[in-house]
């Protein structure tokens, strides 16, 4: 069974980072790809940034200057370090995983995380 739990969410000022996570267990993808997506209010889903088995990373235009994906592949964890955060960045984030292929196609990623709640204050 494949499992992705994010953890590291919370409240921050406008200006200020954090760092989310998502541990992955049970799953054997020969070329997994993973992301991190993020849901507002009222709003579809987006996507954020995606890292494959290599370590390349892909980018929304709307964060690439603020947020990094990263991941320990021993720990099989994944990670999004955000700074600079703004108001307009407060909703739910999700990680995802999927195999052969990187994206930000919210449609192509099969297992989600629950998701962690990020709000942002002005």
């Known amino acids: 069974q494949v499992l992705l739990v994010e953890s590291g969410g919370g409240s921050v000022q406008a200006g200020g980072s954090l760092r989310l996570s998502c541990a992955a267990s049970?799953?054997?993808?020969?070329?997994?790809?993973m992301g991190w997506f993020r849901q507002a209010p009222g709003k579809e889903r987006e996507g954020l940034a995606a890292i494959d088995e290599f370590g390349s990373t892909l980018y929304a235009d709307s964060v690439k200057d603020r947020f990094t994906i990263s991941q320990d592949r021993t720990k099989n964890t994944l990670y999004l370090q955000m700074n600079g955060l703004k108001p307009e960045d407060t909703a739910i984030y999700f990680c995802?995983?999927?195999?052969?292929?990187?994206?930000?196609?919210?449609?192509?990623?099969?297992?989600w995380g629950q998701g962690t709640e990020v709000t942002v204050s002005s």
């Open positions: 995802a995983l999927k195999n052969f292929g990187i994206t930000l196609v919210a449609e192509t990623y099969r297992y």
């Open positions: 049970g799953y054997s993808y020969k070329s997994p790809c």
